[in-house]
């Protein structure tokens, strides 16, 4: 499984999160310790906001404790928003336009988790890309499918209710075509302004998610696991939450996309009412 890091808050040094803590990023795709994969180097990438309202982004296939141009990038580069991610590849080749984060637009998106079944089910969910976002997909992974989804359901409106949608559709979708379903997924994405993260899985085991303060100025970071051996200082995101950084704080909600329990009601509904 992957693990990432994002950033809201005054201006700080990419650093902070990839590189310098005890249990940086860096360290993560070395020796991750809350993963069921604890080596992750299939790939690195950040996303960071500045002037512009687009997000600047650097990928690299390399593993990120080896690309010292990582290291430099991060030591300069100051941002008030910003999503890091090493990559432990399930779904699509090592190569970059399969690195996270993706981009479109002023958004951002970056992932933890898998569709099982994805292989079916790519057809059946590219098909319901407009041509938009079926062209501006450039890789080959389930992730940056889920996200170009959750853009076509209305992200820029309705960043959590969209991305609810997007999962609850490929859950749907693999209930029809596989008869059976699950989809773990604990992902932040940001339009420059506001963090948006989501920890949730079809089944009991969804990737961890922790928040934690950072900085002396307000700022908070969401991470895969804690970046410091200071227990106190991190909180872990429960399962079926959506978590909204802004201006106002931190703020923490239900998460639920439509369940395979619903689904089968529906089609037993369905079927009784074809039967009537």
């Known amino acids: ?113 898998q569709i099982d079944h994805f292989d079916r089910l790519r057809r059946a969910m590219e098909g319901m890309l407009d041509d938009e976002y079926f062209n501006a997909r450039t890789g080959s992974t389930d992730s940056e499918l889920l996200f170009l989804l959750a853009m076509q359901f209305g992200m820029k409106q309705r960043p959590v209710a969209a991305m609810a949608e997007a999962v609850g559709f490929a859950e749907r979708l693999s209930l029809e075509l596989v008869g059976t379903a699950r989809v773990r997924f604990t992902a932040a994405f940001s339009d420059g302004n506001t963090l948006y993260a989501v920890r949730y899985s079809t089944d009991a085991f969804a990737p961890t998610l922790y928040a934690g303060p950072m900085g002396t100025s307000g700022g908070h970071c969401l991470v895969s696991e804690p970046l410091t051996d200071d227990g106190d200082a991190w909180t872990e995101i429960p399962p079926g939450s959506a978590v909204m950084l802004n201006d106002k704080g931190l703020t923490v909600t239900v998460f639920q996309p439509q369940s395979k329990l619903d689904v089968a009601r529906e089609a037993s509904v369905g079927i009784a009412e074809m039967a009537g």
């Open 1 to 113: 499984m992957c693990r990432w890091a994002a950033y809201r808050g005054e201006p700080l040094f990419i650093e902070e999160l990839v590189s310098s803590p005890a249990h940086s990023l860096i360290e993560q795709s070395v020796c991750a310790t809350r993963a069921k994969t604890s080596t992750n180097a299939d790939g690195f990438g950040i996303a960071w906001y500045g002037d512009r309202p687009e997000p600047g982004r650097f990928r690299d296939v390399l593993p990120a404790w080896s690309d010292c141009n990582l290291k430099s990038i991060a030591r300069q580069i100051r941002s008030p928003l910003f999503l890091a991610h090493v990559r432990a590849a399930t779904h699509g080749a090592t190569r970059r336009d399969n690195c996270h984060p993706f981009v479109h637009g002023t958004w951002s998106f970056m992932h933890n988790g």
